[in-house]
């Protein structure tokens, strides 16, 4: 017997020995149960109906692969989105959280920063089969914190414009596309303004939902910095941004213009997203909103120095960094948001879009009748809409942060205070909070 063949057969030996004492440690130590914390509801207001049956479908097919027989799927389940943060953060408390979590954006920045979320890194960079290029930029983008990507999106909402084509075409009014900017947009807004039933109140309107953070994210980059918590905005630019936004409040003569007013057909423009459109822009929910009326997708119009940018929603899923089973957290994390059978079926089961855009792009060119239905969102306004969007800064203290820019600003807008020294405070108190929030 040569050398090379009993040096085969002493390799052989070894290898079944191995896998023999593999078997037997599985057999013992039982399959791996993976848990994973998920909600019913969302961040976008649209609800959707048997929201766990999606990841039952995401359970039965990943397990039907032969190479996930030891391990088993469980989810938490019973909680709506509204009370998930608090439900999730009383299990993180006693340290029984699960394997992997559905996560609430707001939620987000803050387990990133106190490391309960798992570091992705290493995960994705020491897998081959991980494909980075699947996954829009934009909601990979959203998953990052301080450079690392902590989650990964499952699918995601675009968010944009819907035009009531009747009422403009009623008044005369076309958009013109290729100027599509605040000039026009306030122009349009201000001719739709008017009273149409002679009590001297105005009963048709520009728009419904539009706030301040899509006028900002239209004529500047950054709020703050993604790379660290620190002022990002242009003083000229927010003055822009304000005295536009002055001029839209008072078109409407302290008329606080609601859902209805839009519904009956009595509002040019809605701000709206993917997964409205996808609801309500089909056969038969169709009928039961906005049915008076013919209406399309438009992007939010671009300021003097900005583009035509409108928030992203993602529906981000991560690990414990706290599991005992991080190998097979992190396969399961890139079954459901990167497995193409799978993203099929989050198109097919949910609302939203799916996050694998090799997927979407195969959806769009099959012409399927639901696409027939909703050709007006065409794939390139799709992509467009996507590619120009923006997503929250992603800072521990952000949501607090938020909601004191807000107020200061509606301060501003309603009060008519002078802009330019508007901005100078907030700035001001903006680098003060910044400061606190860092001593604490």
């Keep these: 017997m040569g ?80 009370h998930y ?52 930029p934009r909601a990979l983008e959203a998953g990052v914190f301080n450079g690392n990507q902590y989650s990964l999106p499952i699918s995601l909402v675009p968010s944009f414009m819907i035009v009531n084509k009747t009422l403009l075409s009623r008044n005369n009014i076309e958009i013109d596309r290729e100027h599509w900017n605040w000039d026009q947009f306030y122009e349009i807004c201000r001719l739709l303004t008017k009273d149409t039933d002679n009590d001297s109140i105005p009963d048709t309107f520009g728009i419904y939902g539009y706030d301040w ?58 701000i709206f997203n993917f997964s409205e459109y996808k609801v309500y822009g089909t056969y038969p929910y169709r009928i039961l909103k906005y049915e008076n009326f013919t209406w399309e997708a438009i992007p939010l119009p671009e300021g003097p120095h900005g583009r035509n940018s409108s928030k992203l929603y993602t529906l981000q899923v991560g690990m414990s960094s ?22 099929k079926e989050v198109w097919n089961g949910t609302n939203t879009l799916p996050a694998n855009r090799h997927v979407v792009n195969d959806i769009y060119s099959q012409n399927q009748a639901e696409l027939e239905e909703m050709k007006i969102l065409s794939y390139p306004l799709l992509n467009s809409i996507i590619q120009s969007s923006y997503v929250d800064p992603d800072f521990k203290w952000y949501a607090s942060m938020d909601k004191f820019i807000g107020q200061r600003m509606f301060q501003i807008i309603v009060q008519e205070l002078n802009t330019k020294q508007g901005v100078k405070e907030l700035r001001k108190d903006i680098e003060k909070n910044l400061k606190e929030y860092r001593e604490l």
């Design 322 to 343: 706290r599991t005992r089973h991080k190998d097979e957290a992190f396969e399961f994390i890139k079954f459901l948001t990167n497995n193409e059978l799978f993203q």
């Design 213 to 270: 953070h899509h006028a900002f994210y239209t004529n500047d980059r950054y709020l703050f910095y993604p790379d660290a918590p620190r002022i990002g905005f242009d003083n000229d630019r927010m003055s822009e941004t304000l005295n536009f936004l002055k001029k839209m409040n008072k078109l409407n003569q302290g008329r606080i213009i609601s859902d209805n007013d839009f519904e009956d057909g009595n509002a040019g423009f809605k």
């Design 3 to 82: 050398k090379n063949r009993l040096r085969i057969i002493k390799t052989a030996a070894a290898i079944l020995i191995l896998s023999i004492f593999i078997l037997i440690y599985q057999y013992i130590a039982g399959p791996v149960v993976i848990e994973m914390a998920i909600y019913s509801g969302n961040s976008w207001g649209i609800p959707q109906n048997f929201a766990y049956a999606i990841y039952d479908k995401a359970a039965e097919m990943y397990l039907a692969d032969p190479a996930h027989k030891n391990i088993r799927i469980k989810y938490k389940t019973g909680t709506m989105y509204n």
């Design 85 to 136: 943060s608090e439900w999730l953060a009383q299990l993180v408390l006693k340290g029984k959280e699960p394997d992997v979590f559905l996560l609430v954006e707001e939620d987000f920045n803050t387990y990133a920063s106190i490391d309960l979320l798992q570091n992705l890194n290493h995960y994705i960079e020491k897998d081959p089969d991980f494909n980075e290029e699947a996954y829009y």
